[in-house]
């Protein structure tokens, strides 16, 4: 009993902002929003809502690795790569019916995390960290892009799914929930929506305990200094690598959606574009807390679409001048900042009332 | 019984020979200090005892066990622990968080934060345990990292120059502290500069020359050794 109120009291501590009765009743009426929100919304952009959170998973797995473990990767992108590639394969070739898509979406992840495993073994324990370690994700995230790129030809297929080279793969079905009588499909819209929100709460939620435990105040130590952190008897190359997989999953999580959302995928997903945006979110949004990489996300996204109406190089353009001014003004994020701000204003408020 | 043995271990960093044939026996039980100038290959004597470099030849036994092959970690949990020469705590969380993470795998619950309580007391930064470590004096991250070192009950404590930058008394307390600790049965091995220090607290001392057990003795017969003087003087004339 106390060790189940101790879990759910890791919701709040030292490495998530936010806490206490104001910050919950938010939490509460945010998500109450969100709930009601397709009820005054049309379908497409709900749909369009959908995608935004999407991202939110990929988003969270570079906050866990690279805000709160410090080893910058943009590996996520690779792994975000190989769950959506195995979610087409595996529903092309075998369908949707008896809640298949669902255990692809499993086996999906647990084949990126298979591989984060497998790369993060060789990286950590070969002791490649800092900026090695950034530049070895990277070369194998474009590996990746490259490789797929190639597969154009008809030789290239895995059971009866091509893998179409530069096109991508497209045509696989939905995430299908098996029900008595008709199969519930998620088409990208309301279905979709409360399917990514319910996955998205739970995972936010998770991460919140996951990081106030102590296993997330090791994961802080290794970043802010290693070292110290073996000389306490941590074994800090496992918990890199457990962190990595980690967010291999949260990263895979992101690349199932994305292909079930739009039924498609393609190379340039894993491309130098799709590996450097997530890191302006997290880097805007601010890298070492996760509301903030939550909140980041969302605004940057939506502001990044709203740009591309006028023409996506200028909404590019605009990404590099927002990490610039981040990195010039508010180093930690500017969300963080800011929520940090009104953290302490309110506690002047309050200093002074009481 | 000998609780520290190192034989015979040799480190090169290119060229130079850092530690040549060091054979050091440390028995439990005693506060042991190790002197010697600048350079001499103190603090890497230290790094090849913790496992963070490993020897080109030589063994290092703890508890009667070869632990030359192990990691770091694994050796911090047989039992040893360290303070390092620069300050090493964890700078951009509170000092609170630095001994949770140091006391979290021995302890749960309300008996982890009752255990922190009772560390930031007796370091005396229970007015400085919201702060962030970073903004800490020099001395107090001293502290800390001491407190952080002992937190996890070790056997033997290696303390590299626990003293530096503290003022006299604040030195005494630190020899008080070691002598409290080595009083419950720890063994240290500390080196230090502070020959008021050394003084207070050596029961043996261990002079390091050029990567070389250089001599070794009471506090009184290092001192009144004049090849010791000699190599300090080389020193400051240098
Ligand atoms: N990682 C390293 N790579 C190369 N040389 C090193 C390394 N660490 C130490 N040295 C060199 O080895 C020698 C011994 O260094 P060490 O730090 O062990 O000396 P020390 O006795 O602790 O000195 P001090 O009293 O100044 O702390 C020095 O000449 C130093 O420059
Ligand atoms: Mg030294």
């Known amino acids: 009993m106390t060790g189940f109120v101790s879990f759910f009291r890791r919701l709040e501590g030292p490495q998530t902002v936010g806490r206490g009765p104001a910050f919950w009743s938010l939490f509460a009426v945010v998500m109450m929003i969100a709930v009601a929100y397709p009820l005054f919304s049309d379908g497409y952009t709900v749909g369009n809502t959908v995608y935004f959170f999407v991202w939110v998973f990929i988003a969270l797995s570079l906050c866990l690795i690279w805000g709160y473990g410090g080893s910058l990767s943009f590996g996520q992108t690779a792994f975000f790569g190989i769950a959506g590639y195995g979610y087409g394969v595996l529903t092309l070739n075998f369908g949707s019916a008896y809640g298949f898509t669902l255990v692809a979406l499993v086996a999906s992840v647990a084949i990126a995390a298979f591989f984060a495993a497998l790369l993060g073994y060789f990286m950590f324990f070969g002791r490649i960290a800092g900026v090695f370690l950034g530049i070895v994700t990277l070369a194998v995230t474009l590996m990746l892009e490259r490789f797929m790129a190639q597969t154009a030809g008809p030789e290239w297929h895995i059971g009866s799914a091509r893998l179409n080279g530069f096109n991508g793969m497209s045509a696989m079905p939905p995430l299908t929930i098996p029900w008595p009588g008709e199969p519930i499909v998620l088409f990208a819209d309301v279905g979709l929506y409360y399917f990514v929100l319910g996955l998205l709460v739970f995972v936010y939620l998770a991460l919140r305990i996951l990081m106030n435990s102590s296993f997330g105040n090791v994961i802080v130590a290794i970043r802010e200094n290693p070292e110290r952190a073996e000389m306490l008897g941590y074994d800090v190359r496992k918990y890199q690598l457990i962190t990595f997989v980690i967010g291999a999953v949260l990263a895979g999580m992101s690349g199932v959606l994305y292909t079930a959302w739009g039924q498609y995928i393609t190379p340039s997903s894993m491309g130098m574009t799709a590996a450097a945006l997530p890191l302006i979110w997290v880097a805007v949004g601010g890298r070492s807390d996760l509301t903030s990489t939550v909140v980041g996300t969302l605004v940057v996204l939506a502001a990044f679409q709203a740009l591309t109406i006028y023409g996506s190089q200028y909404a590019l353009v605009f990404m590099g001048v927002l990490l610039v001014l981040t990195v010039l003004i508010a180093p930690n994020g500017l969300v963080l900042g800011t929520m940090n701000w009104l953290g302490r204003l309110a506690a002047r408020i309050t200093q002074r009332a009481g | ?96 968080q630095n001994l949770e993470i140091a006391l979290q795998s021995r302890h749960r619950g309300r ?128």
């Open chain 2, 111 to 238: 008996e982890l934060e009752a255990e922190i309580d009772r560390l930031l007391v007796f370091l005396g930064l229970a007015s400085e345990q919201a702060q962030t470590a970073g903004n800490l004096s020099h001395g107090q991250k001293q502290w800390l990292e001491i407190g952080m070192a002992i937190s996890l009950k070790p056997s033997l404590l290696l303390l590299d120059e626990p003293t530096a930058g503290m003022s006299p008394e604040e030195t005494h307390m630190t020899g008080e502290m070691v002598q409290r600790l080595n009083a419950d049965g720890m063994t240290v091995l500390a080196i230090e500069h502070d020959m008021a220090f050394v003084r207070q607290v050596a029961q043996r001392v261990t002079v390091l020359h050029l990567g070389q057990v250089f001599a070794q003795g009471s506090i009184d017969e290092i001192v009144a050794d004049e090849r010791v003087a000699a190599i300090y003087l080389g020193q400051a004339h240098a």
């Open chain 2, 1 to 96: 019984m000998s609780l520290l043995e190192l034989r015979k271990l040799n480190k090169h960093f290119g060229g130079l020979h850092v530690t040549n044939a060091v054979d050091l026996t440390l028995e439990a039980g005693e506060i042991h200090c190790l002197i010697g100038p600048n350079g001499a290959g103190k603090s890497t004597l230290f790094r090849l005892i913790l496992g963070e470099h490993h020897p080109g030849s030589g063994d290092v036994l703890f508890a009667g066990e070869n632990i030359t092959a192990l990691k770091a970690f694994a050796r911090i949990r047989r039992g040893l622990s360290v303070k390092f020469q620069v300050p090493g705590v964890f700078k951009g969380l509170s000092v609170r």
